[in-house]
T-cell receptor, first 110, second 116 residues
Framework: EDQVTQSPEALRLQEGESSSLNCSYT??????LFWYRQDPGKGPEFLFT???AGEEKEKERLKATLTKKESFLHITAPKPEDSATYLC???????????FGTGTRLTVIP | GAVVSQHPSRVICKSGTSVKIECRSL??????MFWYRQFPKQSLMLMAT?????????EQGVEKDKFLINHASLTLSTLTVTSAHPEDSSFYIC????????????FGPGTRLTVL
């Protein structure tokens, strides 16, 4: 059975304190791993897609990496506006839909 | 680019009534649209997948007669919650995918449904 596990469940950082969020996955035939950001009461906002182990993508203070078992979302020198829930999702096998993890709720304190 | 809208953003209805939610891709044609449901502090759970002009494919446990999905054009899909009950209260989110199966899914802003 496909599984996507995100850790930690919640993370509080001081502004400027870098950290990483983890997404571990067990799926058959990974076709893509997606990172989204979700603000309260809003739909997910697309951040990155990773397709193969070793791939890395960056956008502003965020960097996503992928191995055969997990993905990391590194946040460098976060700001309060980075506070949100970060969702990891996989697309696997023959299905087009995304299978989501439960998310990491990030709070950045000024 | 890649903007998806949903309407309404919030709806409150009485038990037993039906509610229609629209999902539109504003600047691209969506071959496939997906409907998700999200309960408080939980992640998104796929309800159904719809392709333009075809019948929707529902996930196990989702009643197709209760959650009617119509994907009549490449830019519009609708979800109708029929005979809504309080347990149907949730945050409903759609996503749209342009073409290839590995294309990114772009999400709408969600619709908060409250059934009294």
């Amino acid at each position: 059975e496909d599984q996507v596990t995100q850790s930690p469940e919640a993370l509080r950082l001081q502004e400027g304190e870098s950290s990483s969020l983890n997404c571990s996955y067990t799926v058959s035939g990974l076709r893509g791993l997606f990172w989204y950001r979700q603000d309260p009461g809003k739909g997910p906002e697309f951040l990155f897609t990773l397709y193969s182990a070793g791939e890395e993508k960056e956008k502003e203070r965020l960097k996503a990496t992928l191995t055969k078992k997990e993905s990391f979302l590194h946040i460098t020198a976060p700001k309060p506006e980075d506070s949100a829930t970060y969702l990891c999702a996989v697309q696997a096998g023959g299905a087009n839909n995304l299978f989501f993890g439960t998310g990491t709720r990030l709070t950045v304190i000024p | 680019g890649a903007v998806v809208s949903q309407h309404p953003s919030r709806v409150i209805c009485k038990s037993g009534t039906s509610v229609k939610i629209e999902c539109r891709s504003l600047d691209f044609q969506a071959t496939t649209m997906f409907w998700y449901r999200q309960f408080p502090k939980q992640s998104l759970m796929l309800m159904a997948t719809s392709n333009e002009g075809s019948k929707a494919t529902y996930e196990q446990g989702v009643e197709k007669d209760k959650f009617l999905i119509n994907h009549a054009s490449l830019t519009l899909s609708t979800l109708t919650v029929t005979s809504a009950h309080p347990e149907d209260s949730s945050f409903y989110i759609c996503s749209a995918q342009a073409g290839a199966s590995t294309d990114t899914q772009y999400f709408g802003p969600g619709t908060r449904l409250t059934v009294l």
